[in-house]
């Protein structure tokens, strides 16, 4: 394929886990286009999206992700959303579509089906976690630890989406050999 296209979701939550996993809904989506040959990032994107089923975030969740109330009460509905970044991801043919773990794409299957839209991705999925995990000889391991391992800093917010997503590009060349 000639791109990786790297997403990383933040969602509704909370400390006590009040908000249970099939009531999680995505507030914000960060992605990277890598190119698969420089691995290097080509394009990005970033979107809020309003929840519908937990309106009002929780102050561990603002705490959490750094989005704010506002951010989501101003942002656009799922549907709508979806369809912006399907657009901007559609101008590359021939990517796929990578995360940190296999939360991400189940939770796209998720509020695609509360919304009754289409998952807009091929079944091709590339779970990152496990992929570095592999390629480094370590245990699967969170974004900040698997930086650290390879002597990278975060760059930017842990647990924003976008900066996640720049952050799970970095580690590309340590991921695709
Ligand atoms: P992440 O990509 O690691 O920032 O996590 C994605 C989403 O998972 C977050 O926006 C939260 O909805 C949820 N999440 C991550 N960590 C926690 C946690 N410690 N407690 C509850 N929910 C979490
Ligand atoms: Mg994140």
């Known amino acids: 394929m000639k791109y ?6 933040e969602a ?14 995505i507030i914000e989506i960060g992605a990277v286009m890598i190119d698969a040959v420089t691995l290097k990032i080509v394009d990005e994107y970033e979107i809020f999206i309003k929840p519908i089923l937990n309106p009002t975030l929780t ?13 989501v009460d101003e942002a656009i509905g799922y549907k709508e959303a979806l369809a912006d970044f399907k657009k901007w991801f559609s101008q590359y043919d021939d990517f796929l579509f ?12 998720q509020d695609c089906k509360l919304h009754g839209v289409e998952y807009p991705f091929s ?28 002597n990278l800093e975060l760059v930017g917010t842990h647990h924003r989406g976008i900066d996640d997503a720049r952050n799970m590009g970095r580690l590309m060349p340590f991921i695709v050999k």
């Open 4 to 9: 990786y296209l790297i997403i990383d979701l």
């Open 12 to 25: 509704t939550c909370c400390k006590e886990r009040t908000i249970t996993r099939d009531k999680m809904e």
């Open 59 to 71: 102050t561990f969740c603002k705490t959490l992700t750094t989005i704010t109330q506002d951010d």
């Open 98 to 109: 990578c995360s940190w773990g296999d939360y991400d794409k189940s939770q796209f299957l």
């Open 123 to 150: 079944d091709e999925h590339l779970n990152i976690k496990k992929e570095f995990a592999k390629v480094q000889g370590v245990k699967p391991c969170g974004l900040d630890t698997a930086l650290a391992h390879v």
